[in-house]
């Protein structure tokens, strides 16, 4: 079966006055149609940008896509003009991003950014265009769509906004869509909210997601697959539960034990990573969580670790050094 | 004064900002009200959490109890000393056993100055070292408790990381030897791995030192983790106080439950195993919150009683308090 979108050997840096930014340094990842691929890493490891550059929404200059290829059902995306890129954005891949209230036009009402692409992707007249923004205002659980195509943005609150978002994302119904952090600015009873209705919409539709978070939690309850971010590296890949039950790269698994958890007595302290993540204006050599891992040996600080099968189910880490046994590769 | 009193009584604390229209005649046209008659007690040594979605009124809790907002109406004493009331001498005094951590490491920290001038300013305005040597050495010393090189003192702020600069936040707060820290959502602007460090800084200089927190935050689950009691707030009042077992385990009000179902947890077996209790819409505005109980318009057990008489703020079992008709 062929993947849905197929990204290799992605590179991303940001040319700037301090030097280059070495955000994305060569990630390989695919999807799978209807799957949700869960993105998460701390601030700055690069799962955003990563993402801003399957779809070519990196500000170039200072960005850079320094190398790789994404496929998308077979083409190359890097290879498009800007234009052919127009097309993609929206009609086959949406993106919802973190903060609602800075991602609507607060001039514009509501039902004016909804039917502006059904207009422009899907070639409708305003009136038809209107009656599929009801239905997809409905979709998300709006109520009384129809009165609220004339509101503007700040009539709405935040999990308003983010439900609009997600309307005006599915207008041409697109076959992926990339949720950047779509919870974080929410609280968590509206976080709830939202997460049920994008795990709603995503059977009805049958689109895949790529879900970025930092938020280890909100990853369990949604994802298929996981991938695991450090310094605009991947360490990890897996299914959920085999992350989750079985993390093979110290990172993951200390990261894991770092988190209290809601359901549980308290029966330790927390597990501190040492350390910060590490500058990105720094070339990289060697692991880049080598200076703040424990099981870290001489080769972790010289040869970076490629992503590699460590078990079944393409459960893939970059590490040297197998943290159950302590066997080195 | 009586140690075995409680550290911090709070009783029927209120604060409104008054909402004005008019640009030349200004005029009071209603009151967001902010926080509206809460009560509680901190004994000494201990970590009380105060959770609650945004706008629920729990910073403005922690502002107003430490008189960095002049509340509208209520009692504080803080160690037998009145916070209302106090003035001049009183104030430094409450000002000095009193402190507070900030949210934001990159927004509470002036970029201008050095660590050293950061660390030292409560020691300059509490008069408490004589010679600049001693406030140095005593810097320095703060630096190590918060596990921080004394090599850095000349620093400036932009030089260091998010957790690192909450760091030197709490050393700011220990400098004039505190006995109460409010700490007002201290690591939800950090990033997992740093969370964890700052948490254990906290617990380590509370054990050192005999501190007494309130914790103010959203993470519900590091409020468990951390916290000894919980207070739950909704729409500027409280709606449930326990021991952090007792609530999490055996949460009495429908807010409590609800919210507390919402947190996600890091297993993906048991995550889709809970049950979510999904509550409708969003939180009203505090300008004009709901008659009754101001949770009663999302109450999945809500009825006409609800949305007529507030319920009282009372103890359902021991040391469990709630402010409920249904229970």
Redesign the interface.
């Known amino acids: 079966m062929t993947s849905l979108l197929d990204v290799k050997d992605l590179k991303t840096r940001f040319l700037t006055p301090e030097g280059t930014v070495y955000a994305v340094n060569g990630i390989s990842f695919h999807v799978d149609e209807g799957e949700t691929l869960a993105v998460v890493g ?2 700055g490891c690069g799962k955003s940008v990563s993402m801003l550059s399957v779809l070519q929404l990196i500000l170039v200059p200072p960005g850079e896509i320094a190398g790789g290829v994404v496929l998308y059902r077979g083409q190359d995306l890097l290879k498009k003009s800007e234009r052919e890129m127009e097309a993609i954005r929206g009609q086959e891949i949406a993106m919802i991003f973190q903060d609602p209230m800075t991602s609507l036009n607060p001039v514009l009402t509501i039902g004016k950014q909804i039917t502006e692409s059904l207009r422009v992707h899907m070639g409708m007249d305003q009136k038809s265009a209107n009656k599929r923004a009801v239905e997809l205002l409905e979709m998300v659980g709006i109520s009384d769509p129809s009165h609220r195509l004339g509101d503007y943005p700040h009539l709405f ?1 935040g ?2 906004r983010q439900r609009v978002m997600i309307a005006m994302a599915l207008t041409c119904n697109p076959s992926l869509l990339i949720a950047d952090e779509p919870t974080t600015a929410l ?7 939202i ?2 209705l994008v795990i709603r919409i995503r059977q009805q539709v049958g689109m895949a997601v790529i879900w970025i978070t ?8 949604i ?1 298929d697959r996981v991938m695991v971010m450090y310094a605009g590296f991947i360490v990890e890949e897996a299914n ?2 085999a992350l ?1 039950e079985n993390p093979r790269h110290p990172y993951t698994s ?3 034990e ?6 549980r ?2 029966d330790r ?6 350390g ?2 590490p500058s990105l204006l720094v070339e990289p050599h060697g692991c880049p969580f080598a200076v ?1 891992c424990e099981f870290v040996i001489e080769r972790c600080r010289t040869e970076n670790p490629f992503l590699t099968a460590v078990g079944e189910n393409h459960h893939n880490i970059a590490c040297w050094v197998d943290i159950k046994t302590g066997a080195q590769r | 004064m009586n140690e075995t009193q409680p550290l911090v009584k709070v009783e029927n604390l209120t604060k409104h900002f008054p909402v004005m229209r008019g640009i030349i005649v200004q005029r009071k046209v209603g009151a967001v009200r902010a926080v509206d008659g809460i009560s509680f007690t901190i004994e000494r040594g201990e970590t009380l959490g105060l959770v609650g979605e945004s706008g629920c009124g729990k910073t403005t809790a922690g502002r107003t109890l430490l008189g960095l907002y002049p509340a509208t109406a209520g009692v504080v004493t803080i160690d037998s000393h009145n916070v209302r009331s106090a003035k001049g001498r009183e104030m430094l005094a409450i000002r000095r056993m009193a402190q507070m951590i900030f949210q934001d490491p990159y927004a509470s920290l002036n970029p201008r100055w050095t660590v050293h001038s950061i660390v030292s300013e409560p020691l300059r305005v509490h008069h408490l070292y004589k010679t600049e040597a001693e406030r140095v050495e005593r810097v320095q010393e703060l630096m190590g408790l918060v596990g921080l090189s004394g090599r850095l003192i000349n620093r400036f702020p932009h030089e260091f990381s998010g957790g690192q600069r909450q760091r030197i936040g709490v050393a700011r707060a220990l400098a004039s030897d505190p006995k109460f820290i409010v700490c007002d959502e201290p690591i939800s602007a950090l990033d997992v791995s740093i969370q964890a460090q700052v948490v254990n800084l906290l617990e380590d200089l509370q054990d050192r030192l005999g501190l007494t927190y309130l914790f103010i935050a959203h993470d519900l689950s590091m409020v468990r983790h951390i916290c000894d009691r919980v207070a739950v707030m909704y729409l500027g009042v409280m709606a449930e106080m326990a021991d952090h077992n007792e609530l999490y385990e055996h949460p009495l009000h429908p807010y409590t439950t609800a919210l507390l179902s919402a947190v996600p947890v890091p297993d993906p077996k048991k995550d889709r195993a809970r049950r979510r209790i999904i509550l409708a819409g969003d939180v009203p505005s505090p300008i004009n919150p709901p008659s009754g109980c101001r949770f009663h318009p999302r109450c999945p057990l809500a009825d006409e009683q609800c949305s007529r008489e507030v319920p009282q703020w009372r103890l359902a079992a021991p040391s469990h308090w709630v402010a409920c008709h249904k229970v």
Not at chain 1, 214 to 221: E, F, N
Not at chain 1, 269 to 274: D, E, G, N, Y
């Open positions: 701390e601030s609150s999990g308003m609280d968590v009873t509206i976080q709830a909210q997460i049920e930092h938020d280890l939690g909100v990853v369990a309850g994802a959920v539960n989750y200390s990261l894991l770092a988190l209290p958890r809601v359901d007595r308290r302290r927390l597990k501190s990573i040492p910060a993540p703040r």
